[in-house]
């Protein structure tokens, strides 16, 4: 049984995009409106009274009552539903059964998808293989942005929000611990001003709470209690204290910080800056013009939370810097940093763990994330031109030895291109989740690198930071 | 009870039911081919060129200076041009191919820019890094205030080749098409409160293949003196043939009441009338196909 979704009766008033069910039929369930969600043609909304104090369960479906809804939300003789995944452009029957023995049956025609909603196509589903949550949450990016959630096997849409898009990026979405609540980021497309926002709000796109993130980019974290940590751009005047490279002194260069957001008052504090710990240097992206302010020093990209590292036992943030093939762990309660790691050819100090010999190493890296064995997992994409290529690849963290050896790859050879963004997300059975971000595919595998759920974006489209969702009514 | 559901409108309109939902059996017919050669440029930088796109792709007059409102250069990495004319003909063109865009937005009215010029969400590129050859590339514009792309043309990058500008030009692409109007079912309407047009029961678009619903964005509604056959000789002018024309944005709709639609200079549809011909589209504005997925003729019953 789904749990109870419950959405102000204020939400609930009926739109006239779609068409109004026959209300005339039962006399019973008083002022009875059902319609498509003005916001979301797939969510069914109900409200009707009825004389006498009641509570109900709703039966539907396309052509016959096969679904069942028993999350009513009764108020005496007040109800209300809203049903979560009904099909768009359809012509749905319903009956609303009371517990008095009242019954009030109906037709109603949902609404269609807008017309922005980017269309994907499931490659690969195979049920017996693929991981027990059977949505996937995310952004779509590319065409006309939106946030969304489907079902994994069918490619139906079950959620969807539409975004204003250029000059605004939206590429992070998640739902707030414990609720059903999203939580998005909001920053300039071009990084030329502060207009940095995280924002939370219900499925019906009421807003409950917004959070000023000034000069935020890429990504957002939830931590502990609630806090939420975002990537700061750092942007400052190389001085000689800063770097090694005196041809660097006196350049704007951006780095990237760690702030975080009280929720119950809203106010910012740093936790932790790139300018305490790493030397200036002239990465690889030092001069692509990302930022309008100055050279693109770190690119800090992938921001995740531990409550439990395999380091220390205790909370950290991992935070990657794609600019310089670094990722550097950080305390979360001191911004101390307790571990850093660095790609072969990365800019990381004498102090970095870097791959072994005979392991792949990383560059570019994206989403970097401890698995439950204490492993590392990333995106990671080496090459230039045509021999250019983004795959994923975890590693055993020798923290005496000083060495990251290759435990699993997946990807290599294939020749696949995420030339901006990219995940990798270990599963509960052992399954990975990776997105090649820019390249517009979706795909879970096995530990073997069996494909056991593909999805990828018509052309002009691609993904944002996307997770797999048990629930939807929990957020979980 | 399904027709009486329908016919409840939240305007109230519903009591002379005039308009069946629109059916597979009432649509047209079409077929098109997109066929280009692959320009020949060398690695690295390298000028686009798009002073000569005049007329458009589809033969429509266009200023390149003022209505070519952005460009786009897509990297397909494992693709050649004759495989992405496949694709796009098939309407089948896959994200997972695409190994680098960049675009350009033609703020000052130019009508030619260096690839270098071009950027990725603000990054820009290296030319010497991202121009290299193996992949077919596809350039296309795209003007703000008209539906579907502009130009469309596509290169290869040869290491021996000492060229170095692309030209986006009317004839770098072509649209060859067959269009019949005539064997469908005719759309049947008359003198009614209420001309509700939905679109729920469509499976098929002109094209035979499937229709995909949730990409109709555009409802378009109008009259010509011209009969059938006049009309296909000139289709997709269909907009500026129009002596009479109604558009909606029906993006996110199931369907739409005709009576409420406005024409450009405000004038409301007054309903249908037995001469000249009318004619009902269904659009996807953000398509590479500029044909509409959905278009039914009119015959006013009496």
């Given at each position: 049984m789904r749990t109870a979704w419950i959405i102000p009766?204020?939400?609930?008033?009926?739109?006239?995009n779609g068409k109004d069910s026959?209300?005339?039929?039962?006399?019973?369930?008083?002022?009875l409106t059902v319609a498509s969600s003005a916001n979301v043609a797939t969510i069914l909304e109900f409200s009707w009274t009825t004389p006498d104090a009641d509570t109900a369960t709703i039966s539907w479906g396309k052509?016959?009552?096969a679904n069942s809804f028993e999350d009513v939300v009764s108020d005496g003789t007040s109800h209300s539903a809203a049903i979560l995944g009904v099909p768009s452009i359809s012509s749905l029957t319903y009956e609303i059964v009371h517990a008095s023995g009242e019954v009030c049956p109906g037709e109603v025609t949902t609404n269609n998808l807008p017309a922005t909603v980017p269309s994907m196509e499931i490659g690969v589903y195979d049920a017996a293989q693929v991981?027990?949550?059977?949505y996937l949450a995310g952004v779509a990016l590319g065409g006309q942005p939106a946030f969304f959630v489907i079902e994994?096997?069918?490619?139906?849409?079950?959620w969807y929000r539409e975004l204003e898009g250029s000059p605004k990026l939206n590429p992070v979405m998640t739902f707030a611990n414990g609720s059903n609540d999203i939580l998005y980021n909001e920053f300039s497309e071009d990084r030329d001003n502060d207009i940095g926002a995280i924002y939370r709000e219900s499925?019906?796109?009421?807003?409950?709470e917004a959070y000023d993130t000034d000069w935020a980019h890429h990504t957002f974290e939830q931590g502990p209690d609630g806090v939420l940590a975002y990537v700061y751009a750092d942007i400052r005047e190389v001085t000689?204290?800063?770097?090694?490279?005196?041809?660097?002194?006196g350049f704007t260069a951006v780095g990237d910080a760690i702030w975080l957001v009280?929720?119950?008052?809203?106010a910012i504090s740093e936790l932790f800056s790139t300018w305490d710990y790493l030397p200036v240097q002239e990465g690889d992206?030092?001069?692509?013009?990302?930022?309008p302010q100055g050279n693109?020093?770190?690119?800090?990209?992938a921001l995740n939370y531990y409550?439990?590292?395999?380091?220390?036992?205790g909370p950290t943030y991992l935070f990657s810097f794609g600019g310089l093939d670094v990722i550097l762990e950080i305390d979360?309660?001191?911004?101390?940093?307790?571990a850093e790691f660095s790609g072969?050819?990365?800019?990381?100090?004498?102090a970095a763990i870097r791959p072994a010999a005979g392991s792949t190493s990383f560059s570019f890296q994206h989403d970097t994330t401890w698995t439950d064995d204490g492993n590392l997992l990333m995106s990671s994409s080496l090459g230039v031109g045509p021999s250019y290529e983004t795959y994923q690849i975890e590693y055993s963290v020798d923290y005496g030895g000083g060495a990251l050896t290759e435990v699993w790859s997946n990807?290599?050879?294939?020749?696949?291109?995420?030339f901006a963004l990219g995940q990798a997300r270990r599963q509960d059975n052992g399954n990975t989740l990776i997105s090649w971000g820019s390249g517009g595919l979706i795909r879970e595998v096995t530990a073997?690198?069996?494909?056991v759920w593909e999805l990828g974006a018509t052309a002009g489209n691609f993904f944002g930071h996307v997770e797999l969702l048990g629930d939807i009514y929990t957020g979980e | 009870m399904i027709l009486l559901a329908f016919a409840l409108g939240c305007d109230g309109k519903?009591?002379?039911?005039?308009l069946e939902p629109l059916t597979d059996a009432q649509n047209y017919a079409f077929s098109s081919t997109i066929t280009a050669d692959a320009q020949v440029v060398g690695p690295g930088e390298m000028t686009v060129d798009?002073?000569?796109?005049?007329?458009?792709?589809?033969?429509r007059d266009i200023d390149?200076?003022?209505?070519?409102d952005h460009l786009q250069v897509v990297r397909?990495?494992?693709?050649?041009v004759p495989e992405l004319l496949d694709a796009i003909n098939a309407d089948a063109l896959l994200q997972?191919?695409?190994?680098g865009y960049v675009t350009y937005d033609?703020?000052?009215?130019?009508t030619a820019a260096s690839i270098s010029d071009f950027d990725f969400l603000g990054a820009i590129i290296d030319p010497d890094a991202e121009?290299?050859?193996?992949p077919g590339y596809l350039l296309n514009a795209a003007d703000?205030?008209?539906?579907?792309?502009r130009g469309l043309g596509f290169f290869v990058v040869d290491d021996a080749s000492d060229n170095h500008t692309i030209y986006l030009a009317s004839d770098s692409a072509s649209l060859d098409y067959t269009v019949d109007l005539e064997s469908a079912e005719r759309v049947q309407v008359g003198e009614a409160d209420s001309h509700y047009a939905t679109w729920?029961?469509?499976?098929?678009a002109g094209t035979g293949?499937?229709?995909?619903?949730?990409?109709?964005?555009q409802l378009m509604l109008a009259w010509y003196e011209e009969d059938l056959s006049e009309l296909e000789g000139d289709f997709l002018n269909l907009e500026g043939m129009a002596d009479e024309m109604y558009q909606q944005?029906?993006?996110?709709?199931?369907?739409?009441?005709?009576?409420?639609m406005v024409s450009s200079?405000?004038?409301?549809?007054a309903g249908f009338t037995g001469d000249g011909t009318w004619v009902l589209a269904l659009r996807c504005?953000?398509?590479?196909?500029?044909?509409?997925p959905f278009l039914g003729v009119m015959e006013y019953v009496e």
């Open positions: 009766l204020a939400a609930l008033a009926a739109g006239c026959d209300t005339g039929v039962n006399e019973y369930c008083e002022g052509g016959d009552l991981s027990d949550k059977p994994r096997e069918s490619g139906d849409y079950l499925l019906t796109g009421e807003s409950v000689a204290e800063d770097t090694d490279d005196a041809d660097l002194v009280d929720p119950a008052t809203g992206l030092w001069d692509d013009g990302f930022y693109n020093w770190t690119h800090g990209n409550e439990v590292s395999p380091t220390t036992g979360a309660s001191s911004g101390e940093v307790v072969d050819g990365g800019y990381g100090t004498d990807g290599v050879g294939e020749k696949f291109q995420a073997d690198n069996e494909v | 519903g009591d002379d039911y005039a798009w002073s000569g796109l005049s007329p458009d792709l589809l033969g390149p200076a003022t209505q070519v397909y990495g494992s693709k050649t997972s191919w695409v190994t033609n703020d000052n009215d130019a121009i290299y050859s193996g703000d205030d008209v539906v579907g792309y729920i029961n469509l499976t098929t293949s499937e229709i995909k619903l949730s990409e109709l964005d944005d029906i993006s996110g709709l199931a369907g739409f009441e005709l009576l409420d200079d405000g004038q409301s549809f504005t953000t398509c590479i196909n500029p044909a509409p």
